[in-house]
Antibody, heavy 121, light 107 residues
Framework: QIQLVQSGSEVKKPGASVRVSCRIS????????ISWVRQAPGQGLEWMGW????????TYHPKFQDRVTLTTDPSTSTAYMEMRSLRSDDTAVYYC??????????????WGQGTLVTVSS | ETVLTQSPATVSLSPGDRAILSCRAN??????VSWYQHKPGQAPRLLIF???NRAPGIPARFSGSGSGTDFTLTISSLAPEDFALYFC?????????FGGGTKVEFK
């Protein structure tokens, strides 16, 4: 079955960077792209960006363009989201989700379990 | 960006009841709205895509309708496992956005 398994919780200090991984199984990694979505405490979901399965080109929400980098490693069927210059308001659960069609503007048909990133001094 | 407003924020119902959840957009989203179910500690689950298409494996009691700015998710007869958070998502306007969610809770 299709699974997206994310890395574990992280605690970071303001100004630090974090990298969250999302390992895919159950389908050919390069056939589908991955979107990243976050949910801060008490807030709604926020779409951050999308990366294609191949050749790994990314599209970003303007809000995150300068601080987020999405990458993939097809050899391990893993997608990564790196965020730099963390602030306290980046505290959130971060999700990876499979895009059912080959665009960032896609329904998201399978999701990871989420990774809690806490930013605190 | 497109703002999606879901109502009500919370609805209290009993198993067997019909649930009608609303998602309103501040600009046209065509028919490109999806609905998801989210339970605590679990991954969100796609229910409906492009307004009215059930995702594979989703029971027929879930249906979606609407176009333009007004969308509805209907659960015809609530099963015990349907008590959860539901949120809508539009993909046609840049950037993609999500609604704030409706919680379906036990009455």
């Amino acid at each position: 079955q299709i699974q997206l398994v994310q890395s574990g919780s992280e605690v970071k200090k303001p100004g630090a960077s974090v990298r969250v991984s999302c390992r895919i199984s159950g389908y050919t990694f390069t056939n589908k792209g991955i979107s990243w979505v976050r949910q801060a405490p008490g807030q709604g979901l926020e779409w951050m960006g999308w990366i294609s399965g191949s050749p790994g080109s990314a599209t970003y929400h303007p809000k995150f363009q300068d601080r987020v980098t999405l990458t993939t490693d097809p050899s391990t069927s893993t997608a990564y989201m790196e965020m730099r210059s963390l602030r306290s308001d980046d505290t959130a659960v971060y999700y990876c989700a499979r895009a059912s069609i080959s665009t960032g503007q896609s329904p998201l048909d399978y999701w990871g379990q989420g990774t809690l990133v806490t930013v605190s001094s | 960006e497109t703002v999606l407003t879901q109502s009500p924020a919370t609805v209290s119902l009993s198993p067997g009841d019909r649930a009608i959840l609303s998602c309103r957009a501040n600009q046209s989203a065509g028919d490109h709205v999806s609905w998801y179910q989210h339970k605590p500690g679990q991954a969100p689950r796609l229910l409906i895509f492009d307004s009215s298409n059930r995702a594979p494996g989703i029971p027929a009691r879930f249906s979606g309708s609407g176009s333009g700015t007004d969308f509805t998710l209907t659960i015809s007869s609530l099963a015990p496992e349907d008590f959860a958070l539901y949120f809508c998502h539009q993909r046609i306007n840049w950037p993609p956005t999500f609604g704030g969610g409706t919680k379906v809770e036990f009455k």
